[in-house]
T-cell receptor, first 115, second 116 residues
Framework: AQSVAQPEDQVNVAEGNPLTVKCTYSVSGNPYLFWYVQYPNRGLQFLLKYITGDNLVKGSYGFEAEFNKSQTSFHLKKPSALVSDSALYFCAVRLLSGNTGKLIFGQGTTLQVKP | NAGVMQNPRHLVRRRGQEARLRCSPMKGHSHVYWYRQLPEEGLKFMVYLQKENIIDESGMPKERFSAEFPKEGPSILRIQQVVRGDSAAYFC??????????????FGPGTRLTVL
């Protein structure tokens, strides 16, 4: 079965420190991976995606993610966290079966950045 | 360019009533996806539609739920005879005409359904 796992319910970091939000996946075929962020009572905002090419993907708001095929991981990173980065983060994999492009989401990781 | 629009933002229904959720995709987008987010959970795919066609409804409950995306007007997610377990946030996403994996989906703000 194709799935996405985010092993941490919550990640706490101090402002200015680097942050990592973990994601592992299980898919058959090539993985197409996405990160989204959700602020309270809002919809999801796209951060970045990996389709092919360089394993290090750069996205919005200074975030980046590293695709690691051997470890089947796609961890989200940022060199220096901001308090405003505090939100709920979702990793997702896109399934390309037939003509569908639906996303399978992980359960989400709450990021808390403390001043 | 307006984003994905959903209305209402909040909907309260009593058990047994019907809920209608509307989604207007971004301009130029012909693909619509519906997802449900239960409390403390991630988003779960429900249905994928193109204009006048249901492409993938593998995530839809077998009963009471239906979706449409008519030639004119918004996409509608309809829940008949709602029960308390239907209380959730329902998100709509849209994307341009499908070109493989390259298109990210753009999400609306969601409709929060509360069933009393």
């Amino acid at each position: 079965a194709q799935s996405v796992a985010q092993p941490e319910d919550q990640v706490n970091v101090a402002e200015g420190n680097p942050l990592t939000v973990k994601c592992t996946y299980s898919v058959s075929g090539n993985p197409y991976l996405f990160w989204y962020v959700q602020y309270p009572n809002r919809g999801l905002q796209f951060l970045l995606k990996y389709i092919t090419g360089d394993n290090l993907v750069k996205g919005s708001y200074g975030f980046e993610a590293e695709f690691n095929k051997s470890q089947t991981s796609f961890h989200l990173k940022k060199p220096s966290a901001l308090v405003s980065d505090s939100a709920l983060y979702f990793c997702a994999v896109r399934l390309l079966s037939g003509n569908t492009g639906k996303l399978i989401f992980g359960q989400g990781t709450t990021l808390q950045v403390k001043p | 360019n307006a984003g994905v629009m959903q209305n209402p933002r909040h909907l309260v229904r009593r058990r047994g009533q019907e809920a209608r959720l509307r989604c207007s995709p971004m301009k130029g987008h012909s693909h619509v996806y519906w997802y449900r987010q239960l409390p403390e959970e991630g988003l779960k795919f429900m249905v994928y539609l193109q204009k006048e066609n249901i492409i993938d409804e593998s995530g839809m409950p077998k009963e009471r739920f239906s979706a449409e995306f008519p030639k004119e007007g918004p996409s509608i997610l309809r829940i008949q005879q709602v029960v308390r377990g239907d209380s959730a946030a329902y998100f709509c996403a849209s994307s341009p005409p499908f070109r493989g994996p390259y298109n990210e989906q753009f999400f609306g703000p969601g409709t929060r359904l509360t069933v009393l």
